[in-house]
């Protein structure tokens, strides 16, 4: 990474100097904005204007082709702006329409249709998801049939277990299976830990669920997520559907270092699979500030919220939660196949911020919207009003057991088969030339090594367990395959080089 940022700061400093040197408008500049000038005071106007100043100067210096921003408050969107281009041959400008891939920011979409399904006593948070996928099953060292333990709300809140790579249909895997597929290859996985007794942050968890409301509305999670969340909530320019994706010339093109095109297509659908754009975020924003309520219509009870954020017992559902300036914020990220993007709000201070960006190689994700939030709060331009506290309701968990012992073995003279550097298979990437060459000096190169020391076996730097000839476990609980022909280490393909 370090060489990345290197190669990029360079990179950046070139271009503005082309640029400079052929008298061009900056490719950086400003696209369009809206302002709704009638609700915005002229200390918040200055505000606004400084941040609008100074987000290009941020973007050239991380080489960020295009950015969104909004801000939203409990009535609407207080202001928006796009910036730059939706690729780097500058032919189509970034407005607040242009709709980009937000990845993991689509699990807090898939957790909110999930509690509409709630809501229509389709799905119970705390039955085993057998009740739904009753042909399931997942492996576990630690216990026996431990998808009959899982519920909804582990899978939501990342402690079921899960690793977060899938064999087929993940982030070095690009040749985009089905969704179906996708799901399929989930039984092949080792749990990190016994069902409810660890938190790991898990794409195939949320696009577990997400499947399970594909089965128990009889829809395709793309349609089911158009019906339950995008028409109610009026988000026009949202979807799913890769049909409708492609279609949409006012799309943002994902870009990564070295990578000559990054993928459009992604089998992790519900964990990542939602393109949007600033005007239809600052819409759920907002509903979710309103608490479920859209004008004059409460599409989802305030309750029922109050489970997803954690309010009620038990953890937060596919949604982040913090605490700063005295209030709590709710929170998500997304990050990867050549994007990074950011929501964030306050309920007690009615307000949030979103940015969007078609780059996955910068260190500002997240902050330029989270400096607005905390200037406009230091400032006191925003007023801060209470929120009754919901009375709290235990949730249904495991019960807690002791932490799982992990003793590594020691070396065995037959592993030295396994010794070796090995690096992770990347499939249909397409990398540039440079970024080839540069792979081979080890510059972007994902790599690990299997040695022999102390008289362990070691393993990206760690000691391992072997649970089965070939097969073994990381302290952290990721398996590390040699069985078969590929060995694999957390789902993902090695080469021995």
């Known amino acids: 990474m370090k060489h990345n940022r290197v190669i990029l700061a360079a990179y950046g400093l070139l271009a503005a100097g082309v640029w400079g040197l052929c008298g061009c408008q900056s490719p950086y500049r400003i696209q369009g904005e809206n302002r709704q000038t009638s609700r915005i005071s002229a200390e918040m106007r200055g505000v606004l204007d400084r941040f609008r100043e100074d987000i290009p100067r941020r973007m050239e210096q991380n080489n960020i082709p295009g950015f969104t921003i909004a801000l939203v408050d409990n009535e609407g ?9 939706t690729d780097t041959d500058h032919e189509i400008p970034v407005t607040p329409t242009t709709i980009f891939s937000i990845q993991s920011m689509s699990k807090t979409f898939t957790g909110t249709a999930m509690m509409t399904a709630v809501r229509d006593g389709l799905l119970d948070l705390d039955a085993p998801i057998t009740k739904y ?13 431990p998808e009959q333990k899982i519920t909804l709300r582990l899978l939501l809140s990342h402690t079921a277990g899960f690793t977060h790579e899938a064999p087929v249909g993940n982030n070095f895997d690009t040749t985009c299976p089905s969704f179906e597929e996708h799901i399929r290859s989930i039984s092949q996985t080792w749990l990190k830990f016994p069902v409810g007794q660890g938190n790991s942050y898990s794409n195939l968890g949320v696009d577990l669920a997400g499947y399970i409301l594909q089965r128990v509305t009889g829809k395709a999670l793309a349609e089911a997520m158009r019906e339950r969340i995008f028409a109610p909530l009026d988000m026009p320019y949202s979807s799913m559907d890769m049909a409708v994706i492609r279609k ?50 409460q599409i989802l009870d305030g309750k029922i919220l109050d489970v997803m954020y954690g309010q ?43 940015e969007l960006t078609n780059s996955a190689h910068h260190t500002i994700q997240g902050k330029i919207s ?30 807690p057991q002791a932490a799982p012992s992990f003793e590594p073995t020691p070396y065995k003279d037959e592993w030295a088969k396994y010794l070796g550097h090995y ?18 000096f080890g510059i972007g190169r994902t790599s690990v090594d299997v040695q022999k020391k102390d008289g362990f076996l070691i393993f990206d730097g760690t ?23 590929v060995p694999t280490w957390r789902n993902l393909k090695l080469k021995r080089m």
């Not at 969107?77 to 281009?85: D, E, Q, S, V």
């Not at 559902?317 to 950011?342: C, Q």
């Open 463 to 485: 000691k391992l367990l072997e649970y089965k000839p070939g097969l073994f476990f990381s302290p952290d609980g990721e398996a590390i395959d040699f069985r078969g022909e």
């Open 248 to 297: 949409n010339l006012n799309r943002a093109i994902g870009h990564q270092f070295g990578v000559e095109r990054v993928p459009l297509e992604i089998p992790i659908l519900a964990a990542g699979g939602v393109y949007t754009n600033a005007q239809d975020l600052s819409r759920f924003v907002q509903f979710h500030l309103n608490r479920g309520r859209v004008g004059d219509k």
């Open 423 to 440: 690096d992770i298979i990347r499939k249909s990437w397409g990398l540039f030339w440079w970024a080839r060459i540069g792979e081979f």
């Open 370 to 399: 989270g400096e607005l939030l905390d200037e406009l709060i230091n400032q006191k331009l925003v007023t801060k009003r209470s929120i009754p506290a919901p009375p709290a309701v235990a949730a249904k968990t495991n019960p």
């Open 312 to 354: 009620a017992g038990g953890p937060p559902l596919a949604i982040g939660k913090g605490k700063n300036h005295d209030s709590v914020y709710y929170f998500h990220g997304g990050g990867g196949f050549g994007f990074l993007t950011n929501m964030m709000w306050y309920p007690e201070y009615g307000i949030g911020a979103i």
């Open 133 to 145: 996928l009753p042909d399931f099953t997942v492996n576990s060292r630690f216990e026996e049939h």
């Open 77 to 85: 969107i207080l202001w928006t702006a796009g910036f730059g281009f």
